[in-house]
């Protein structure tokens, strides 16, 4: 029990010795840059995160992006005959760009096709002239056990765009007196489909095995239109007019000179998304970066402040050296203050960054987005403040040592 109340007599006095030379307002000034360089570190981190959801269409990890692209149709083309098909050539060269993953190729019927649904209570009945288009099940977003063709009990499953729903719901429909359908009833509804072609005329039941965000068109399996075109068309592959490419980012600016170095156009707005995304994660970039800019400047003004106080205690830490601490004893004293400090900063950066997520959070869930999660954040923060420590505690004990090896 001696032995211990020894050790922190000796700590105690070996503090009181050393923090005379301690500057407060150096330390403040360490502490402050440094709250502000982790607050704006983590604080931009957590935003990423919480405003990464409301870009987001899929919920994975690694977020993936379709685009669907076409030639532009140009007055000379349509009168000239020229075409607008992508050649093998082309399409090579795409996918050899950095921001393409993969590349999938749209087909389409070669032949006349009708399409019949019965809709209303009374029986009536819809017939129109339709189209099928079919691309690998992978860039498909509707996932179905029925999505195969089977030759020998043909029956068409079809993917079919959402808003071709709402065209009929909120058009079509109020316009002609018709019932509103929703999603399950529609694919409850019986279809027949009649192919013509090759001097046939046959009909098909068919039936909607799902509805589709990312692709605007009515969709069928690969296998069915490889068949239903050997049978009713011609039979022979064409180049295909649309591509759908899975890219890294829709918004990279590479991707979009290219696109518009070729005259390649994009469906949708999923440019106009992506730009948006590419600009909020280079806007979260450069504040992080700035962040750890000043968690750094803050490490060396620490370290700066520290090699003062060590400057100024040369003649008292040598004189203590010989009487026969430690350098671990004296360099001890001082880790301990960084650390006490390094810590402080670190819990009170994290509060700040709360009460901040709290005040825009009302602002995100306006938009639909229950925000982010914030272990990321406090990984980044500890990690930061961890390596600050270090390099600390590394730099401290290397001086003590120079000190302690003069003085042998």
């Not at 359908?181 to 279809?191: K, N, Q, T």
């Not at 605007?216 to 295909?240: A, L, Q």
């Not at 403040?385 to 600390?392: E, F, H, K, Q, S």
């Given at each position: 029990m001696s032995k211990k109340n020894n050790d922190n007599t000796s700590k105690s006095l070996l503090w009181k010795l050393l923090r005379k030379?301690?500057?407060?307002?150096?330390?403040?000034?360490?502490?402050?840059?440094?709250?502000?360089?982790?607050?704006?570190?983590?604080?931009?981190?957590?935003?990423?995160?919480?405003?990464?959801?409301?870009?987001?269409?899929?919920?994975?990890?690694?977020?993936?992006?379709?685009?669907?692209?076409?030639?532009?149709v140009s007055t000379a083309k349509t009168f000239l005959g020229g075409s607008n098909e992508f050649k093998p050539q082309a399409i090579a060269e795409i996918e050899a760009q950095p921001w393409c993953r993969k590349v999938g190729k749209f087909s389409s019927n070669d032949y006349s096709l009708y399409a019949t649904m019965s809709v209303g209570s009374m029986g009536q009945s819809m017939e129109t002239m339709m189209f099928f288009e079919a691309i690998p099940t992978e860039f498909i977003d509707v996932t179905d056990r029925d999505w195969k063709f089977?030759?020998?009990?043909?029956?068409?499953p079809v993917i079919m765009s959402r808003d071709y729903l709402s065209l009929y719901n909120f058009g079509f429909a109020a316009s002609q007196g018709l019932p509103q359908?929703?999603?399950?009833?529609?694919?409850?509804?019986?279809?027949l489909f009649t192919f013509r072609g090759n001097g046939r005329s046959e009909t098909l039941k068919g039936r909607i095995v799902g509805f589709?965000?990312?692709?605007?068109?009515?969709?069928?399996?690969?296998?069915?239109?490889?068949?239903?075109?050997?049978?009713?068309?011609?039979?022979?592959?064409?180049?295909?007019?649309?591509?759908?490419?899975?890219?890294n980012s829709p918004g990279d600016v590479k991707m979009q000179r290219f696109l518009d170095d070729h005259g390649y156009q994009v469906a949708g707005d999923k440019l106009q998304q992506g730009k948006a995304h590419y600009f909020l994660n280079l806007v979260v970039t450069i504040v992080i970066i700035v962040?750890?800019?000043?968690?750094?400047?803050?490490?060396?003004?620490?370290?700066?402040?520290?090699?003062?106080l060590l400057q100024k205690n040369t003649k008292k830490l040598q004189d203590l050296l010989l009487l026969g601490y430690s350098p671990a004893q004296v360099s001890k004293t001082y880790i301990n203050m960084v650390a006490a400090i390094n810590a402080a900063v670190l819990v009170v950066a994290v509060i700040i960054m709360l009460v901040s997520r709290a005040s825009y959070m009302s602002m995100l869930k306006s938009l639909g987005t229950d925000g982010g999660n914030i272990i990321i954040a406090l990984i980044v923060a500890v990690i930061i403040?961890?390596?600050?420590?270090?390099?600390?505690i590394i730099a401290i004990k290397r001086k003590i040592n120079s000190l302690w090896i003069h003085s042998s």
């Open positions: 030379h301690i500057s407060a307002s150096q330390l403040v000034g360490f502490s402050l840059a440094s709250l502000i360089g982790l607050t704006i570190v983590i604080l931009a981190v957590q935003f990423h995160q919480d405003v990464k959801p409301v870009f987001d269409d899929e919920e994975s990890f690694i977020r993936k992006d379709y685009l669907i692209v076409t030639r532009k089977d030759p020998e009990h043909p029956e068409v359908v929703s999603e399950g009833i529609v694919s409850s509804v019986p279809l589709s965000n990312r692709l605007n068109t009515i969709v069928v399996p690969e296998e069915f239109m490889k068949w239903s075109n050997e049978r009713y068309g011609s039979g022979v592959e064409r180049d295909p007019s649309r591509l759908i490419i899975e890219v962040g750890i800019i000043i968690s750094l400047l803050s490490f060396f003004v620490l370290m700066l402040s520290i090699f003062l403040m961890a390596l600050i420590t270090a390099g600390n």
